[in-house]
């Protein structure tokens, strides 16, 4: 039922009904409001700033019990917490409860005090994009940034005219209680800010849709119309209604957009788009240099007029978001250029910074670092000279944030860590300065002179910006990789006393990054200069104790431990070292390398010159040799011992035996089983030592056996009934010790139970005959007789004699012709099992008629009887006939009989003579007497 239906049935109800409908809406709303909460919970929950897996495989590495052992400098969430994003979750929950505005509550408004209370109620257009790519951005990906963006579009903050006429784009600003109009100026940034926006949150590898696509090359022939773009002196304009001044600054983010779109020209199916975007970046930095590029002292200007020239005053002013955004403008073009590290865009670049980065000084000529607070002041006159105001010395949280996007791309692309470290302090000093930790907010900035009080205002924009510039440093933390091997040639197995662990592990920076000048544009740089990162070794037996801890310190990205495997290690597989990285500058990483401890020799079980058994006999007596390989590389003189829990103690053990180095030695032993050692499984040790060092100690599974053991049974597989069963077994007593007393029993359905004693001497064979009378009457075709041998009670051995019962005689097969011919001789050919031991003589009856043999009595096994006789002489006698066969013995009984069928046939002679020959001479009488009674008629007439 929909909520419309639901709230006219609540209307039109009677009194009754409708608090029950009441009702039901109050429980379906709290309903809602818990799947709600949940679901945002679900989500807060799935945000994750740090390696998931570094996460798992440290807490699984780590558990309480070993926080002590481990003596760690910090908890397992400090080790694995990203230092840039750790604000994040705080600040969403900042911004969500104060920022929201009253005309849509996914649009957000512009600025608070530090308690939160709003004094900027408008909706900018830049903030609402900048968002998505920044704060919120890990929980966007192209869809639903796609979304979002035209979500932003169905707003007033987007302004549609004359299409053709390039009449369309972003507005400045909508009032946040209303969303009405307050500025309508179309600026540069706000429209650039789509292209980021919509670029960025790509993923490397996907091609994106049209509508995607289409919205990008929107907004790129947008700032690259007319009402932008100034064809005649190059460059963009502020906005659409500015064409007296150029802002730098502006400049700078159109290169920039214009670069990012030529580098995805693998995702941008439209040539003419990603040329254009190489030849206006190229034409409007070219200009950058050459009309807003202080050549003598290294920056740029923060505007000109309109044909790029500069007057007195604020314009040529140095200013610190401006140059910071200029550095990475000029590295950004360096890369597209081939990155020639004698490129003047490069040494630009570091020149800049370098300029930025002296230190500031009151009223004279300097930079704009100040070193007490380890960050940048804003601005200084057009030779970097000193300004005597609070707005040139304020340290700012955009501006800061802009610079320290600046250090993080010199690090990246030269590998230098002094840029990355000035990005660290820069981080430093935001947080220790401008972080409101009671809301979880950055306050605006900072003023270095007592009188002037701090901008503790909280700006949307400013606080988003930061968000930027720390997801690009949380990108550069975490690009660090972790290796660990072994030190070439070897594998994980060591040799006690002999074998050290050399380990090397590597902890470096390794990024893709896009060069515009290659395809495919993704080039993998990688710098090996990390020093001053800590590493740990942690060593675990196999059971998972800890027993080793060894902290190290890496230099130029590499550390080699050495560890020696000597005696104290019990020998085994599957030891771990867990080895973990940590350093102030990037992420926490880990990885885990196992071994093994081998004792350096080893017996060769498979060898043709082991001839240790798998089984022995009780009391049983053996020689035997095993061959030991030994992987030492010196002679080693040990003393070998057997011992069991099955075997006596030899008094000659040990044996001091010399085991030549790498080679195999064989050994000769003997072993003696315990008379009464119990019958099963059984383990047998070697143990090689010396110097009281167990260098081996193996054990080897046996099987033991009773002494008393049987062969060769052979018995009557087939016994006529009421015949004895005739059986013969080989009885055996393996003991050379003890006489064994013992019982072979025989036991069954249908026949007598016979119990035999048997009386075996030391290693005595005797073979046991005897018979097992059957009943003489017997209703099945086999009978089972269960054979056990036996000691008192307990049964040693057991087998199921299978006796197939069979008759005196039995007919096997019957062979007569199934057509026989009148006078024709047929053979009969009976074949007849007897399975007796003796003959018989017998008699052979053919309905009822005694028939003459040639063998007047069947023998012990298959006989052939042959009888030719003719089955009628009778011309008149056809068809199918029975037979009824019966063998007599001599005393007349009845042994077998048997019935089949024949069929006689006509013969041909019998057909001429007895019939084709009557018919023939009684049709001639019959024509005879015909012709004479017509002769005789015609001579009457």
Known sequence: MSFINLFKNVIRSRKGDKKHVLRNLICLFFILVFLLNFLFLIDNNSKNYYSDNENNALQTEIGAKDLDSLKLSQSPDELLQDPFTINFDDMGIFFNNYFKSDYNKTFYVS??????????????????????????????????????????KSTPLWYQGNVSKFEYGFLKSINGSTGEIIDDTRYLVDNLMPIFLLIENIDDDLTIKEPYEDSIIEMFNLINSSEFWDSNNYGFFESNSSTSEKDIKSNLYAVLANLLIHRNKNIINDNDVIKNASICADKTMTTLINKAWHNGRSGFYNSTYSDWSSGPGDQQNMILDVNALGIIALLEYWIMNGMDPNSEYFKNATALYKQLSTPSKFGEIGGLWNTTYGAYEYYRGNNWDGISNKESHKLDLEANALMMQACLKLFEVTGNFSYYKRAFKIRDFIENYLYNKTINAYMTSIYIDPPYNNNTNINFHKNLKLCEAYLKASEIYNSVVFDASYDSGSDND???????????????????????????????????????????????????????????????????????????????????????????Y??????????????????????????????????????????????????????????????????????????????????ELNITILDDAPTGKANVTFIFEGNRTIYLKESKEIDIKNAITYSNLIYSKKVVTGRSVEFFVDMINQSPNVTQYFYLNFSGPYCTKLDIPITLGKNEREIVSDLIATDPSIPISSIEIDMTISIGKEILYTEILTVEIVPSFEIISIEFPEKVTQ????????????????????????????????????????????????????????????????IEDDSDN?????????????????????????????????????SKYLKHKLLRR
């Open 111 to 152: 600025e608070s005090k530090s308690d939160g209370v709003i004094i900027d109620n408008k909706i900018n257009s830049r903030d609402n994009l900048l968002l998505y790519k920044s704060l919120i951005k890990e929980d966007y990906d192209e869809d639903s940034t796609l979304k979002a963006y035209l979500d932003l």
């Open 494 to 584: 060591f040799t006690m006393n002999q074998d050290s662990i050399n380990l090397t592990c590597t902890y470096a920076f390794k990024k893709e990054i896009f060069y515009f000048f290659n395809d495919p544009a993704i080039k993998t740089i990688r710098y090996d200069n990390i020093t001053g990162a800590s590493i740990t070794y942690i060593f675990r037996y196999p059971n998972g104790t800890i027993f080793k801890i060894i902290p190290d310190t890496i230099i130029n990205s590499t550390t080699n431990l050495i560890y020696p495997i000597n005696s104290s290690l019990p020998f085994g597989d599957d030891y771990t070292i867990y080895i973990y990285a940590n350093w102030t």
């Open 586 to 667: 990037f992420a926490f990483k880990s990885t885990t390398k196992n071994f093994n401890v081998n004792p350096g020799l080893g017996i060769d079980w498979r060898s043709e010159k082991s001839t240790f058994k798998q089984s022995y006999y009780q009391g049983e007596v053996a020689n035997f040799s095993i061959a030991v390989k030994s992987d030492y590389n010196n002679n080693l003189t040990l003393n070998v011992s057997m011992i069991g829990n099955v075997i006596k103690e030899d008094p000659s053990f040990p044996i001091n035996i010399t085991f030549v180095n790498n080679s195999i030695t064989i050994i």
């Open 823 to 886: 006078g024709i001789d047929a053979h009969l050919v009976i074949l007849i099992q007897n399975n007796q031991r003796k003959s018989e003589e017998f008699s052979l009856f053919i309905n009822d008629d005694e028939i003459k043999t040639e063998i007047d009595e069947l023998i012990p096994g298959r006989n052939r009887i042959e009888y030719k006789f003719v089955p009628t002489w009778n011309p008149y006698e056809f068809g199918i006939k029975s037979c009824h066969i019966e």
């Open 894 to 930: 009845l042994i077998v009989e048997d019935y089949f069928e024949y069929e006689i046939e006509l013969s041909a002679m019998n057909l001429i003579f007895f019939y084709v020959v009557p018919v023939v001479v009684l049709i001639g009488i019959i024509l005879h007497y015909k």
